[in-house]
C-alpha cells in the first residue's frame, strides 16, 4: 500500500486503522472531530498568511503535501523518540509496531515546510487525515530556529496521556520490534532507514536514530511477542 497525496485523499488512512478498530485498539477521530480540530488549531491565522509546518520523521522524506519552500530548522523543547505503538501503519494487530514521535524535552532538527495562504485548507485537510486520525498527536504551534531567520510552524507531539504512548521503552525492545514489525504501509526498520538516510543528507546528526538503525541491522533474533494483552488500552481507547 503506497502512502501519497491521491492515496490519503482517497481515505487509504482508514482503511489502515479499520482492522484495528475492529479489534478495538484504536477510537478514531470521526471526520468531523478531525475537521474541528484543524479549525481549532488555524484560529486566530491572519488571512492571507502562509502556514509552516515542522515535520521530523516520514514528513521530512514524503511529505504527501503541496509546499512552495522548505528550510531546515530545529525545534527546542521537543525531541524525536519511538514512544508509541501501532497497530497499522507499520505494525499490525498480531504484532504492533512502533511510531516515530515528538516527545517532551531535548531538541529535534527538521524540515520546515511553507505552505501558500491559498492553499492552506487543502493541504492541511490532506496532513489531519494522515497524521489526526487516530487520537495519539497533538497539533501544536511552535517555534523553529533556522538559518534564515526564526519560524512560526504548526506541528504534531504526541500526547502523553494517550493509552498506547510509552515512555519506558528499552533500546533492546525498541530495536526488536523495529527489526521485526511490518504492516501495510511496510516495514519499521523501512520507515527508520528512510529517516536516518535523510538526517544524513541534511547533515543532521541524530546518534540516538543512528544507534537504533546499528541495532536493528545487527539484529539476529525473533520477533517479540505483542503487547496488545494489555487489556487497559482498549478500554481507553473505546472510552
Not at 477510537?27 to 488571512?47: D, F, K, Q, V
Not at 501501532?86 to 498480531?94: F, I, K, N
Not at 543532521?204 to 525473533?222: A, K, N, P, Y
Amino acid at each position: 500500500m503506497i502512502l501519497n497525496r491521491d492515496s490519503i485523499k482517497k481515505g487509504v488512512v482508514s482503511e489502515i486503522i479499520r482492522e484495528s478498530v475492529e479489534a478495538g485498539l484504536m477510537n478514531p477521530l470521526s471526520e468531523a472531530e478531525r475537521s474541528a480540530s484543524m479549525r481549532s488549531a488555524l484560529e486566530g491565522l491572519t488571512p492571507g498568511d502562509d502556514v509552516w509546518l515542522f515535520g521530523y520523521g516520514s514528513l521530512m522524506w514524503n511529505p504527501a503535501f503541496h509546499f512552495v519552500e522548505r528550510r531546515a530548522g530545529r525545534l527546542h523543547g521537543f525531541h524525536r523518540r519511538y514512544c508509541l505503538w501501532s497497530a497499522g501503519g507499520r505494525g499490525s494487530v498480531r504484532q504492533p509496531g512502533l511510531t516515530l514521535a515528538l516527545d517532551r524535552g531535548g531538541s529535534c532538527h527538521g524540515l520546515a515546510f511553507r505552505i501558500a495562504a491559498e492553499k492552506v485548507k487543502e493541504e492541511l485537510e490532506v496532513v489531519w487525515a494522515r497524521e489526526m486520525g487516530g487520537r495519539s498527536y497533538c497539533a501544536q504551534w511552535v517555534n523553529i530556529r533556522s538559518d534564515d531567520g526564526p519560524l512560526r510552524a504548526l506541528t504534531f507531539v504526541v500526547d502523553q496521556d494517550h493509552p498506547r504512548y510509552d515512555k519506558s521503552i528499552s533500546r533492546d525492545t525498541t530495536v526488536a520490534y523495529l527489526a521485526t514489525s511490518t504492516g501495510p504501509l511496510g516495514s519499521c526498520a523501512e520507515y527508520l532507514t528512510n529517516t536516518v538516510s535523510h538526517l544524513d543528507e541534511l547533515g543532521i546528526l541524530d546518534s540516538q536514530m543512528h544507534t537504533l538503525l546499528e541495532g536493528v541491522r545487527s539484529f539476529t533474533g525473533t520477533a517479540p511477542n505483542g503487547c496488545w494483552e494489555n487489556e487497559t488500552w482498549r478500554i481507553a481507547e473505546k472510552s
